[in-house]
């Protein structure tokens, strides 16, 4: 299995990370950055975007030649990220884990890290995955975000003492809504 850490802190800085690990092709504009990738790792696309109102993107398109372990920093009760396979499977666990939980095709999953500061997102070598990630950052919140934000604060990171990790069963309507 390779472990591939990220360390950076945004969306630019990460795609721009996995850049220099992959030695991927990086296309980049103001909000986004595509990454293409095709060498010994593997081939497909991580893309990356930010958003308004302190929301991220990335999405996956790759297809492994290894086992993979991605493994990101997060700030404790701040972020909350909502995921999606729309081909494939992923695996995630906070912090090394044991008790991964996968999330295969059709799958959305709400993860909030609260205790602890890493995500660790598996892929599993020569399958096809195509899955996204959307990462919320409660803390910031401009005037047009800010109720859905402190929401999503209130239901997913106040008083809470665990680490959030829920998957649900396949949602046909999201793989329509993503295309």
Do not use: W
Request: net charge neutral.
């Amino acid at each position: 299995m390779k472990t591939i850490e990220i360390t950076a802190t945004t969306i630019t800085d990460s795609i721009k990370q996995l850049q220099n690990i992959t030695g991927g092709s990086l296309t980049t504009d103001v909000k986004e950055q595509y990454l293409k990738i095709d060498s010994e790792l593997g081939f497909g696309y991580i893309r990356g975007m930010r958003l308004k109102g302190g929301i991220s993107f990335l999405q996956f398109d790759m297809t492994f030649n290894d086992h993979i372990k991605l493994v990101f920093n997060a700030p404790k009760q701040s972020l909350v990220n909502f995921a999606y396979c729309s081909e494939g499977k992923i695996a995630h666990t906070f912090d090394n884990r044991e008790n991964r939980i996968e999330l295969e095709t059709f799958q959305t999953g709400i993860l909030s890290n609260i205790t602890q500061e890493k995500n660790i997102i598996y892929f599993d070598r020569g399958v096809q995955t195509s899955a996204s990630i959307i990462s919320v950052n409660t803390l910031f919140g401009d005037a047009e975000n800010y109720v859905i934000n402190n929401q999503l604060r209130e239901r997913f990171i106040t008083n809470k003492t665990e680490d959030i990790a829920f998957f649900s069963s396949p949602n046909l309507k999201i793989a329509q809504r993503m295309k």
